[in-house]
């Protein structure tokens, strides 16, 4: 079962949030390329990163 992002980012990059045994995951996915982070504030500042960088490599 597939949850709607909690995040959704300028690029349609997404972050979903995740329950995992240690607590809250936060998946950050953009372009094919997907990481974990535990919270949302850096899952927010790497699908930032990964669309500013996306967006200097096409210009």
């Known amino acids: 079962m597939v949850s709607d992002p909690i995040a959704v980012g300028a690029r349609a990059?997404?972050?979903h949030q995740k329950s995992?045994?240690?607590g809250e995951l936060?998946?950050?996915?953009?372009e094919g390329t997907c990481l974990?982070?535990?919270?949302?504030h850096v899952g927010l500042?790497?699908?930032?990163?990964?669309?500013?960088?996306?967006?200097?490599?096409?210009a």
Request: aromatic share 10%.
């Open 13 to 15: 990059g997404t972050i």
């Open 20 to 22: 995992a045994s240690s």
């Open 26 to 30: 936060f998946q950050v996915c953009f």
């Open 36 to 40: 974990f982070c535990e919270s949302l």
């Open 45 to 58: 500042a790497h699908l930032n990163r990964m669309e500013r960088l996306a967006a200097r490599q096409a």
